[in-house]
């Protein structure tokens, strides 16, 4: 059996190549995910590893927070009098004061902002020391006020050089002059992905601070033969009793605090992971359509030979193992290329990064022994099981089939399946009515349920719908174009089972295309009106990557004539009644004006009575109500206890949790805005007003200052943008769709060698043969299209009503889109028909008829 087994491998390369192709694009698509964020977890570790000392003194948050670094927060600080005592702990070989910035910017000579702006300006302190991660490459340290040294690949960026004069934009304060004395490189490799660094000398970073003489956290550096815990122990002890004002801290070694500070960003890679393997996830579930085809039919065509084993002795157990050992094969070549393929999908993808400006260094890719095993497994796991139907059928093959001269395998009756599929679909479409019906956690898992359910219950129906749909998909070819779009219809109708396997792959594409398309053209056609129902400022300040910037913008702003009002929004981390929660701190003073709020109970002045303003949801979801007492307290550990005034409707503008930025300030949160509304007072004409606000911004090229019309398009260019991306990844289970086309035409047209004999001899010229296997594949495309956008339009209005509350009020089908689908299905069908019609033309008319 292994004999016949090879023989029938190398009898089928070219249609088993087809299959193993969909293992191909699957598996890189899991081994890509693994090795492109494996390399990102890489580097961020090298760079946390080499930022980190033996032992890091810090403050700790009263609470665990969603903020960058684990939960450290960088307005929180420590007194530098604890230098001493950390100095004088035996075995501490240096110690340093760290100050950590975020939102420092540097100007190049045409006022530009230097570097990637998605990416963070760092600015920090030189502290100087053997062990400092920063190494000068030229120039000098900076040693007084108004000197920095910036990284080199900011410097490279900016085409600055040692002596040159530049601007620098900070988080809090006005902008600032500065001469660059030094060039530096971050550690060894000088990798900072993307984000750039500016180096202060230690007085002034602590000024830029702006709480006197303190420190973000102290870097502690062991000597030899001290390990990190002794050191870490030795260091706690020394502290105990310590006076570091209000602020609690906390002790951590290398390796604990390297693990803190990268925990978002292995929280950031998962999703990129779990995206990617989204799509590897639908490419592998087109692809099973494939295999599934594709053994099925060479099982049907080797029925006299599968028969003629069984004749000669073989059982039915050893017929199914030669089958699965086929499709094991085929699955494993195929999950190899695809490990290999997935490394070069990770090259493009940190190509691509690096060109957005995030550049991970000039390290290999990581290719860890997990990727190279989970992939393996993916692609066989997926063949054997596609193939396992088939296996089984052809161990049914009675020895007596040998002496037929009809090869082809008995097909059972639809009715077990459309009872089957019945049954599921109707599971499915319950789901998502179940869905429409509840909320919260319960609502997504009957959605996606649902959504499953219907999917898999029309696969399982599609030969049973097949029949109609596709005799009316044809009727135009055959009154069009006579016998040979008759016999094409026919063609596409004599086995539903393999018409609807092949029509699946593009169905599911289609469908997932579809109600992304849906979802997406509703949020653009919304995007207006949520801008104009949330927002009554006419203009809006913010930067791109939502780093904070200088309350002197909000400043200079209120100056401009004809400007009514600036209200500063900050954001933050906090606990409200013991709950970990985000909240948004605003002015009290014209936030009314500037944000439009629909009261379902209490007072639209709620801040300016000095309370909060909760959305509806929140409010219901903890329980609380106008006149609720709310305890907040903030990282830093400081609390106090306001009412809520007011609970309103969902609003674009709005934070689940509003409280007055007077109670922010009492708090000790952060001194630097993230949004400005600016309102126009009474009769300011906005041609009069805005090249004013231009003139001002333009002293901040790190910033934009939009109108409701632009702040509105920028939100439509991030959905267009994502829904590009979408489409692109999408794409591959399109592809692969048409290599199922393309492969179960060329099966169909060997187990019709004789009828296609038999059509050339009774006169049917090549040219019509052709024209009959590509009218057969457009009516298969089409036919998969057609299901796959109504099921994507059911999907995507379910989809689109259960987030009616987030502001989707507009219900949009992109008809163009559909329309465009469904032309480029019976492309894809003309395209795909190309190779298996050429080679059904050129079949030898003598040799067809005689063939068995």
Same mark, same amino acid.
């Given at each position: 059996?292994?004999?016949?087994?090879?023989?029938?491998?190398?009898?089928?390369?070219?249609?088993?190549?087809?299959?193993?192709?969909?293992?191909?694009?699957?598996? @890189?698509?899991?081994?890509?995910?693994?090795?492109?964020?494996?390399?990102?977890?890489?580097?961020?570790?090298?760079?946390?590893?080499?930022?980190?000392?033996?032992?890091?003194?810090?403050?700790?948050?009263?609470?665990?927070?969603?903020?960058?670094?684990?939960?450290?927060?960088?307005?929180?600080?420590?007194?530098?009098?604890?230098?001493?005592?950390?100095?004088?702990?035996?075995?501490?070989?240096?110690?340093?004061?760290?100050?950590?910035?975020?939102?420092?910017?540097?100007?190049?000579?045409?006022?530009?902002?230097?570097?990637?702006?998605?990416?963070?300006?760092?600015?920090?302190?030189?502290?100087?020391? @053997?062990?400092?991660?920063?190494?000068?490459?030229?120039?000098?340290?900076?040693?007084?006020?108004?000197?920095?040294?910036?990284?080199?690949?900011?410097?490279?960026?900016?085409?600055?050089?040692?002596?040159?004069?530049?601007?620098?934009?900070?988080?809090?304060?006005?902008?600032?002059?500065?001469?660059?004395?030094?060039?530096?490189?971050?550690?060894?490799?000088?990798?900072?992905?993307?984000?750039?660094?500016?180096?202060? $000398?230690?007085?002034?970073?602590?000024?830029?601070?702006?709480?006197?003489?303190?420190?973000?956290?102290?870097?502690?550096?062991?000597?030899?033969?001290?390990?990190?815990?002794?050191?870490?122990?030795?260091?706690?002890?020394?502290?105990?009793?310590?006076?570091?004002?209000?602020?609690?801290?906390?002790?951590?070694?290398?390796?604990?605090?390297?693990?803190?500070?990268?925990?978002?960003?292995?929280?950031?890679?998962?999703?990129?992971?779990?995206?990617?393997?989204?799509?590897?996830?639908?490419?592998?579930?087109?692809?099973?359509?494939?295999?599934?085809?594709?053994?099925?039919?060479?099982?049907?065509?080797?029925?006299?030979?599968?028969?003629? #084993?069984?004749?000669?002795? @073989?059982?039915?157990?050893?017929?199914?193992?030669?089958?699965?050992?086929?499709?094991?094969?085929?699955?494993?070549?195929?999950?190899?290329?695809?490990?290999?393929?997935?490394?070069?999908?990770?090259?493009?993808?940190?190509?691509? +990064?690096?060109?957005?400006?995030? $550049? +991970?260094?000039?390290?290999?890719?990581?290719?860890?022994?997990?990727?190279?095993?989970?992939?393996?497994?993916?692609?066989?796991?997926?063949?054997?099981?596609?193939?396992?139907?088939?296996?089984?059928?052809?161990?049914?093959? @009675?020895?007596?089939?040998? #002496?037929?001269? $009809?090869?082809?395998?008995?097909?059972?009756?639809?009715? !077990?399946?459309?009872?089957?599929?019945?049954?599921?679909?109707?599971?499915?479409?319950?789901?998502?009515?179940?869905? *429409?019906?509840? $909320?919260?956690?319960?609502?997504?898992?009957?959605?996606? =349920?649902?959504?499953?359910?219907?999917?898999?219950?029309?696969?399982?129906?599609?030969?049973?719908?097949?029949?109609?749909?596709?005799?009316?998909?044809?009727?135009?070819?055959?009154?069009?174009?006579?016998?040979?779009?008759?016999?094409?219809?026919?063609?596409?109708?004599?086995?539903?089972?393999?018409?609807?396997?092949?029509?699946? =792959?593009?169905?599911?594409?289609?469908?997932?295309?579809?109600?992304?398309?849906?979802?997406?053209?509703?949020?653009?056609?919304?995007?207006?009106?949520?801008?104009?129902?949330?927002?009554?400022?006419?203009?809006?300040?913010?930067?791109?990557?939502?780093?904070?910037?200088?309350?002197?913008?909000?400043?200079?702003?209120?100056?401009?004539?004809?400007?009514?009002?600036?209200?500063?929004? !900050?954001?933050?981390?906090?606990?409200?009644?013991?709950?970990?929660?985000?909240?948004?701190?605003?002015?009290?003073?014209?936030?009314?004006?500037?944000?439009?709020?629909?009261?379902?109970?209490?007072?639209?002045?709620?801040?300016?009575?000095?309370?909060?303003?909760?959305?509806?949801?929140?409010?219901?979801?903890?329980?609380?109500?106008?006149?609720?007492?709310?305890?907040?307290?903030?990282?830093?550990?400081?609390?106090?206890?306001?009412?809520?005034?007011?609970?309103?409707?969902?609003?674009?503008?709005?934070?689940?949790?509003?409280?007055?930025?007077?109670?922010?300030?009492?708090?000790?949160?952060?001194?630097?805005?993230?949004?400005?509304?600016?309102?126009?007072?009474?009769?300011?004409?906005?041609?009069?007003?805005?090249?004013?606000?231009?003139?001002?911004?333009?002293?901040?090229?790190?910033?934009?200052?939009?109108?409701?019309?632009?702040?509105?398009?920028?939100?439509?260019?991030?959905?267009?943008?994502?829904?590009?991306?979408?489409?692109?990844?999408?794409?591959?289970?399109?592809?692969?769709?048409?290599?199922?086309?393309?492969?179960?035409?060329?099966?169909?047209?060997?187990? !019709?060698?004789?009828?296609?004999?038999?059509?050339?001899?009774?006169?049917?010229?090549?040219?019509?043969?052709?024209?009959?296997?590509?009218?057969?594949?457009?009516?298969?495309?089409?036919?998969?299209?057609?299901?796959?956008?109504?099921?994507?339009?059911?999907?995507?209005?379910?989809?689109?009503?259960?987030?009616?509350?987030?502001? *989707?009020?507009?219900? !949009?089908?992109?008809?163009?889109?559909?329309?465009?689908?469904?032309?480029?299905?019976?492309?894809?069908?003309?395209?795909?028909?190309?190779?298996?019609?050429?080679?059904?033309?050129?079949?030898?008319?003598?040799?067809?008829?005689?063939?068995?």
């Amino acid at each position: 059996m292994l004999n016949a087994t090879v023989k029938g491998l190398l009898a089928h390369k070219l249609r088993l190549a087809l299959s193993a192709i969909a293992v191909v694009l699957g598996v @890189a698509f899991v081994a890509g995910s693994f090795v492109f964020t494996d390399t990102l977890r890489k580097t961020f570790d090298g760079i946390f590893d080499q930022a980190t000392a033996d032992v890091v003194v810090q403050p700790k948050a009263a609470f665990e927070t969603d903020t960058f670094g684990g939960g450290q927060q960088p307005d929180l600080t420590l007194p530098a009098a604890l230098l001493p005592r950390l100095r004088a702990v035996p075995g501490v070989a240096e110690v340093n004061g760290d100050v950590n910035l975020d939102g420092v910017r540097v100007l190049d000579g045409e006022g530009k902002t230097v570097g990637n702006a998605q990416a963070p300006g760092i600015g920090t302190d030189w502290s100087g020391g @053997a062990h400092s991660p920063l190494k000068l490459v030229t120039g000098r340290v900076p040693q007084h006020t108004g000197e920095v040294a910036i990284d080199t690949t900011a410097a490279k960026d900016g085409h600055i050089a040692v002596g040159q004069r530049v601007t620098l934009l900070m988080p809090q304060g006005p902008r600032q002059q500065a001469t660059v004395v030094g060039l530096m490189k971050f550690g060894s490799s000088g990798s900072l992905a993307g984000a750039t660094i500016t180096a202060f $000398d230690p007085a002034t970073a602590q000024a830029l601070l702006g709480k006197g003489d303190v420190y973000s956290s102290f870097s502690v550096w062991r000597e030899d033969g001290t390990s990190d815990a002794q050191l870490k122990s030795a260091v706690s002890a020394a502290l105990q009793g310590a006076d570091t004002g209000t602020q609690k801290l906390e002790v951590l070694t290398h390796q604990e605090a390297a693990d803190q500070q990268s925990s978002d960003i292995q929280t950031g890679l998962s999703f990129i992971t779990t995206f990617l393997l989204v799509f590897a996830g639908v490419a592998l579930f087109v692809g099973s359509f494939i295999i599934l085809n594709t053994f099925s039919m060479i099982v049907a065509q080797r029925t006299r030979e599968l028969a003629l #084993l069984r004749a000669l002795g @073989a059982s039915r157990r050893q017929v199914t193992r030669s089958v699965l050992l086929e499709a094991l094969v085929v699955g494993l070549v195929g999950s190899i290329i695809g490990v290999a393929l997935g490394m070069g999908l990770a090259v493009g993808l940190r190509a691509l +990064f690096k060109a957005l400006g995030i $550049d +991970f260094g000039t390290g290999g890719l990581v290719l860890a022994p997990r990727t190279v095993v989970v992939g393996l497994l993916v692609g066989v796991v997926v063949t054997v099981l596609a193939s396992w139907a088939p296996a089984r059928r052809a161990a049914k093959v @009675a020895p007596v089939a040998a #002496l037929r001269d $009809d090869q082809a395998m008995g097909s059972e009756s639809l009715r !077990r399946r459309s009872t089957i599929g019945a049954v599921i679909t109707v599971l499915g479409a319950a789901g998502l009515a179940g869905a *429409l019906a509840t $909320d919260g956690s319960t609502s997504g898992w009957l959605l996606a =349920a649902g959504a499953v359910g219907l999917l898999v219950g029309v696969i399982v129906l599609s030969p049973v719908i097949g029949v109609p749909v596709v005799r009316v998909l044809g009727a135009p070819f055959a009154r069009l174009r006579g016998s040979v779009g008759t016999l094409s219809s026919r063609n596409a109708q004599r086995n539903p089972r393999r018409t609807a396997a092949t029509a699946s =792959a593009l169905m599911i594409g289609l469908a997932l295309v579809t109600g992304i398309g849906v979802i997406a053209s509703s949020a653009n056609a919304s995007v207006g009106k949520l801008v104009a129902d949330a927002l009554g400022s006419q203009y809006v300040v913010s930067d791109p990557s939502f780093a904070p910037f200088s309350t002197d913008v909000g400043n200079q702003l209120a100056k401009v004539p004809g400007v009514s009002g600036v209200v500063r929004e !900050r954001f933050g981390s906090a606990q409200i009644n013991g709950k970990g929660a985000s909240v948004a701190a605003d002015d009290a003073a014209g936030f009314t004006d500037a944000v439009h709020l629909q009261v379902v109970s209490g007072s639209a002045d709620a801040l300016s009575q000095g309370k909060a303003i909760v959305l509806t949801d929140t409010a219901k979801s903890h329980h609380v109500g106008v006149g609720s007492p709310l305890r907040i307290t903030f990282p830093s550990g400081q609390s106090t206890t306001i009412a809520v005034g007011a609970v309103v409707k969902a609003n674009a503008a709005l934070q689940s949790w509003t409280i007055p930025l007077s109670t922010w300030d009492t708090l000790g949160g952060a001194q630097h805005d993230q949004f400005l509304y600016v309102s126009l007072a009474s009769g300011a004409k906005d041609a009069t007003v805005r090249p004013e606000l231009d003139r001002v911004m333009g002293q901040y090229p790190n910033l934009q200052l939009q109108d409701q019309k632009q702040f509105g398009d920028a939100q439509r260019k991030s959905v267009d943008q994502l829904l590009a991306l979408i489409y692109g990844l999408l794409g591959l289970a399109i592809v692969i769709a048409v290599l199922g086309i393309i492969n179960t035409l060329a099966l169909s047209v060997v187990e !019709r060698t004789r009828e296609i004999g038999l059509l050339r001899a009774v006169g049917m010229s090549r040219r019509q043969l052709r024209r009959m296997v590509r009218y057969e594949s457009v009516v298969i495309s089409v036919f998969g299209a057609v299901l796959g956008i109504v099921l994507g339009l059911v999907l995507g209005l379910v989809l689109l009503q259960m987030v009616r509350s987030s502001g *989707l009020s507009a219900t !949009r089908v992109p008809g163009v889109q559909i329309v465009v689908f469904l032309v480029l299905a019976a492309v894809v069908g003309v395209l795909a028909a190309v190779w298996p019609a050429r080679r059904a033309s050129r079949l030898d008319v003598l040799r067809a008829i005689a063939a068995d």
